[in-house]
């Protein structure tokens, strides 16, 4: 049963520390993406790969996260130093490429992360 | 730029009774459109989907959605709803680069 595997599944952390969090896309995807959900926004797109490279990461802050993907079984998202407006679930998401890209996702249970 | 307005936070309904939930996008080319999922303390999952073709697309679960590029909507429907239908339904657009952009969500709470 292929699917998105995503870890920690929750986190609590003082504010300042770093914060990994690490998504493992379902084989053969090449589209991964970060989305973070919080009551008061939603869902946010942070960052999105087609074939690991980096294709936007508009919605994500420059000075405290960073987004990679050092192979295709891996994305991680970096948070440091993490700051209590950080709370908040952090999903990835992989999505198929048949021909055309047509943007359907699978996601991850989430990682919940709570910044004190 | 696209767009997706759910124009109902919240649709409280009774258990057997039907439901709509709205949704309307925007966009300046062709997309892709799909509802997704999410129960409590989990991930969205996709419910339907189109992509092409017949304008009424279908899930497993008697849900039921209806393109109509006119009216720039993409509805969700259910006949008669169950009380494990209740979660959060999202409606998400994808246009030209692959990226979808989400709608804020529609709580769907099924009361008996």
């Known amino acids: 049963d292929a699917r998105v595997t995503q870890t920690p599944r929750h986190k609590v952390t003082e504010m300042g520390q770093e914060v990994t969090m690490r998504c493992q896309p379902i084989l053969g995807h090449n589209t991964v993406f970060w989305y973070r959900q919080t009551m008061m926004q939603g869902l946010e797109l942070l960052a999105y790969f087609r074939n690991r490279a980096p294709l936007d990461d508009s919605g994500m802050p420059k000075d405290r996260f960073s987004a990679e993907m050092p192979d295709a079984t891996l994305a991680t998202l970096k948070i440091q130093p993490s700051e209590p407006r950080d709370s908040a679930v952090y999903f990835c998401?992989?999505?198929?490429?048949?021909?055309?890209?047509?943007?359907?996702?699978?996601f991850g249970e989430g990682s919940r992360l709570t910044v004190l | 730029a696209q767009s997706v307005t759910q124009l109902d936070s919240q649709v409280p309904v009774f258990e057997e009774a039907p439901v709509e939930l709205r949704c309307n996008y925007s966009s300046s080319v062709s997309v892709y459109l799909f509802w997704y999922v999410q129960y409590p303390n989990q991930g969205l999952q996709l419910l339907l989907k189109y992509l092409s073709g017949s304008t009424l697309v279908e899930s497993i679960n008697g849900f039921e959605a209806e393109f109509n590029k006119s009216q720039t909507s993409f509805h969700l429907r259910k006949p008669s709803v169950h009380i494990s239908d209740t979660a959060e339904y999202f409606c998400a657009v994808t246009g030209g680069a692959g990226k979808s952009t989400f709608g804020d969500g529609t709580t769907l709470t099924v009361k008996p």
């Open positions: 998401a992989s999505g198929p490429q048949r021909g055309v890209n047509t943007g359907e996702l699978f």
